[in-house]
């Protein structure tokens, strides 16, 4: 069970990394963006082809598949995002999934749709057991090192919002754009930066995550609906939040995988609808938040 | 022009709408060779007219309505199977299952913004496509149900291979779905709808009761939803997964945006338009046609909408109007 | 609380309102009774509350604590489309419209809701005759029926605004709370719209809340003054124009209240 709790929570900080670039976009342009699972999968591959084909080492990939993801961020926030921040939801939407069907079906023209296989270095590989029986804790080194990443992001990116002047200006334009302009803050700076670092942080996440969830084309379909869960639930006015919305629903998910597999992620599905009636704001969002 | 024949004027039939009818019966019995495409067309129709009861008269954007879809075909389909096999009474054991579905949802979509809802829509059609999945001992599974073989329509028309008569009673409930819902639209309850989805306060405001008038109006929808997948079932003799794919709830939403939201003959139109491009680009390009979905979606949205229709104003640069 | 003189009786009570977000008491403590026929003015600088006390009479909001009578009838825990529905109706501060819907439609559909059509799906919207012929009677009363086919959208401002008016009285309302109805209206205009509130009938009871104190004097005969979510006092024109401490509270905020 303990095992179980360490997978479900690597699962969740994982899941974290890839959402929290929504939830802060949506919060900040208030833009319903279903292609986030793109830039995601764009990291991933550029992981698994820079390693197959260019032979570089694993850990050199995953900055650079942030680099490379935060790159289409920006160039897509700046050229096709950027006009449609004032459109009704309803475009927003149908543009998004517009992106995806074409990054979609473009990584499948180009590179297939067989599932791509991640090596892990030697020292990621294997696995520490602590304790015994019924309070075993079977801890894969591969997931304690995306723990251990993963929270040493969290904490950075709340330091980077709550102490740097960067986040102050974010904060600022999140809570209300016009004035934040008008206290002569660039926000158009603010969006495009928030974006690609949002962007990049899914490549990342898509990197490290490429061996756990698997990668294939259709990557972006499939976990489309769990990052957005981690936003609706979690709610868009901080990072703990989606934090920890990310967290309870990695743990639901690999406890209701495990438990009951026959109703596997029914149980994520159904939760989730109970909590957004529930609470419509989301679970964790401050009171008179957004 | 007096108020009341201002109001009576956007009810009333124009010229047009019975030539269009017309010819959609005409069609199958002029063209034999495309009667399954038009039967096709028919169901598609009737599906993203559905979809404009609630997205472009009620303003709740649902990426999950293929929930209905695939609800009211496979019940159909397991109904013909296992019960009794007359289309009709298929047909409306299907809508009402989808009926019954849909009046559980609407409680989903009563509150919450944008986002939730469309949250909460798709994780409707997800846990359908799950149960569907998971309950393989009733629905087969991946694999699906084969062989729903359909007794006469009306004790005399007999479905075969070339599709005549499927394309003649998918047209015919169609056009009487059609009907109803076009009655629905120009009513007083029509009209509230339409201030819900335009200022969900100011309703509230004068007096009409925003939630049960969602309900209604969702329950509706996923009625007409589940007629279009009983006909799909019915007319094609199988149900698969594909019903309730997120593909669908994306696609028949892309079909009703390019026909036009609100006027119901969106539905019809973006249809025809849809099937006969599929058509066209799936035997250019078979694999890749979800590709060009995208970048036609891409397109739409960045060139705007309400100019799809009106090519004279896709060079010209966005005025200032728009939304009040 | 009852009193047995028509003329004086209460039809709209709040006792004890009290409103509470997160750590700001926005309303407190504070309760207003409005005459059956009232002229009623509900004054005082930005910021007061006045808007969420309407927003808290019309159920927009769930008061902290107090309790509302509508004409006897406690209203606390009613739905806010039932409240219109027991013929408490408000007007928005900004416009609250229906931009794809003409001002003849709009009309026609709150009138038919009024009458209790909401519900009828197979009949068209113009059928009823008596529907068209309240709308028309609304359309030429609030100056609207020249543009009554356009989409409520292009309009200009102040035909929104009469439109927004025209709502409220097409829900045939026995207590009408305006919530500064003449805002952001061009001085041409503000003629029209004045004249249309001053003409309402004798017996509906209205709540006005307006910055501008010429209106708010030749329309009242009873004020009450409201700063920081607290009643200051309440009371005839006369009264309040002479009172110190609503002068202090206006002087202090760059208005007068030496008027009437």
């Given amino acids: 069970m303990l095992t179980l709790l360490f997978d479900g929570i690597a699962y969740g900080m994982l899941l974290f990394i890839l959402a929290v670039g929504l939830a802060v976009t949506m919060g900040l342009m208030n833009f319903i963006n279903l292609a986030h699972g793109a830039f995601a999968m764009a990291g991933g591959y550029i992981t698994v082809l820079l390693m197959q084909r260019l032979n570089v080492p694993f850990l050199v990939c995953l900055p650079l598949a942030f680099l490379g993801s935060a790159l289409l961020g920006a160039v897509l926030e700046r050229t096709l995002y950027r006009p449609l921040y004032h459109k009704p939801h309803l475009d927003q939407v149908l543009f998004s999934i517009g992106l995806v069907f074409m990054a979609v079906a473009g990584v499948d023209y180009f590179i297939g749709s067989t599932q791509q296989i991640v090596q892990l270095p030697e020292w990621l590989k294997g696995r520490t057991e602590l304790g015994s029986d019924g309070w075993m804790l079977g801890m894969g080194h591969y997931r304690l090192f995306i723990v251990a990443v993963c929270a040493a992001l969290t904490v950075a990116l709340q330091y980077l919002l709550t102490r740097t002047r960067f986040g102050s200006q974010l904060r600022a334009s999140v809570d209300d754009q016009r004035v934040a302009a008008g206290m002569g803050i660039n926000v158009n700076i603010v969006f495009l930066s928030t974006f690609a670092v949002g962007s990049g942080l899914a490549g990342l996440g898509g990197a490290l995550g490429a061996e756990v969830l698997g990668l294939d084309p259709s990557f972006p379909l499939k976990f489309m609906v769990y990052f957005l869960i981690v936003v609706a639930v979690g709610g868009t006015s901080s990072i703990t939040g989606p934090l920890l919305a990310a967290l309870l629903l990695g743990i639901a998910d690999v406890a209701g995988k495990y438990y009951i597999p026959k109703l596997g992620a029914f149980i994520v599905y159904s939760l989730m609808i109970a909590i957004l009636i529930w609470r419509p704001q989301g679970l964790f969002v401050r009171k008179g938040g957004k | ?324 | 609380m009852s009193t047995t003189l028509n003329d004086t009786a209460t039809v709209l009570s709040a006792q004890g309102m009290v409103m509470r977000f997160g750590g700001i008491t926005a309303t407190n403590n504070v309760t207003l009774n409005i005459r059956k026929g009232a002229r009623h003015a509900l004054i005082g600088p930005n910021g007061a509350g006045k808007t969420t006390l309407i927003n808290l009479l019309t159920g927009v909001l769930t008061p902290t604590e107090g309790r509302i009578t509508l004409e006897g009838q406690d209203i606390t825990r009613l739905a806010p489309n039932q409240r219109v529905r027991r013929g408490m109706v408000r007007t928005f501060q900004i416009n609250q419209l229906f931009d794809s819907l003409t001002p003849l439609q709009t009309l026609a559909l709150v009138v038919s809701q009024h009458h209790g059509l909401g519900l009828k799906w197979w009949q068209a919207l113009g059928r009823n005759r008596q529907v068209a012929e309240r709308c028309e009677q609304l359309l030429a009363q609030f100056h609207l029926t020249e543009v009554m086919n356009q989409q409520t959208r292009v309009l200009a401002y102040g035909k929104r605004r009469l439109l927004e008016i025209a709502i409220a009285l097409a829900c045939e309302p026995r207590v009408l709370l305006l919530d500064e109805p003449v805002a952001g209206v061009p001085a041409g205009e503000r003629e029209e719209l004045l004249q249309t509130v001053a003409a309402l009938p004798a017996d509906v009871s209205i709540l006005l809340i307006e910055h501008d104190m010429d209106l708010v004097f030749s329309f009242a005969n009873f004020m009450t003054v409201l700063v920081n979510g607290t009643l200051l006092t309440e009371g005839t024109p006369e009264q309040i124009a002479g009172d110190p401490q609503v002068k202090a509270v206006y002087l202090g905020h760059g208005e007068e209240a030496t008027h009437g």
């Fill in chain 2, 1 to 324: 022009m007096s108020a009341q024949s201002s109001l009576l004027n956007s009810s009333r039939f124009k010229a047009w709408e019975p030539v269009l009818w017309l010819l959609a019966f005409a069609a199958p019995a002029l063209s034999p060779s495309h009667a399954l495409i038009i039967n096709e067309i028919a169901i598609v129709a009737l599906f993203a007219v559905s979809l404009d009861l609630i997205l472009g008269y009620t303003g709740i954007v649902s990426l999950g309505h293929a929930a209905f879809f695939g609800l009211g075909g496979y019940v159909a389909a397991l109904f013909a199977k296992l019960v009794m096999p007359d289309p009709l009474v298929g047909l409306a054991v299907g809508m009402l299952a989808a009926t019954l579905l849909g009046a559980l949802a609407s409680f989903t979509v009563m509150r919450g913004s944008d986002l939730t809802r469309l949250m909460v829509t798709l994780g409707v059609g997800l846990i359908l496509l799950e149960l569907a999945n998971k309950l393989d001992w009733l629905t087969g599974g991946a694999d699906g149900l084969q062989g729903v073989v359909m007794g006469p329509l009306l004790g005399r028309f007999e479905f075969d291979l070339t599709g005549q008569t499927a394309a003649y009673y998918s047209l015919t409930v169609l056009l009487l779905l059609f009907l109803l819902l076009r009655r629905v639209v120009h009513s007083p309850f029509g009209a509230t709808l339409m201030a819900i989805r335009d200022n969900r306060l100011r309703a509230m405001a004068i007096g009409i009761p925003v939630n049960a008038r969602l309900a209604a109006s969702y329950t509706l929808a996923a009625a007409v939803a589940g007629a279009a997948g009983a006909l799909m079932t019915q007319t094609t003799g199988f149900a698969s997964l594909d019903l309730f794919e997120f593909h669908r709830s994306a696609d028949v939403m892309l079909i009703l945006v390019i026909g036009g939201t609100g006027w119901l003959y969106g539905g019809v139109a973006g249809a025809i338009v849809f099937k006969l491009m599929q058509d066209a680009i799936s035997s250019i390009t078979p694999q890749y046609w979800t590709f060009w979905i995208g970048l036609f979606l891409v397109v739409l949205v960045l060139v705007g909408r309400e100019r799809l229709l009106r090519p004279w104003t896709w060079f010209k640069r966005p005025s200032g109007g728009g939304k009040a």
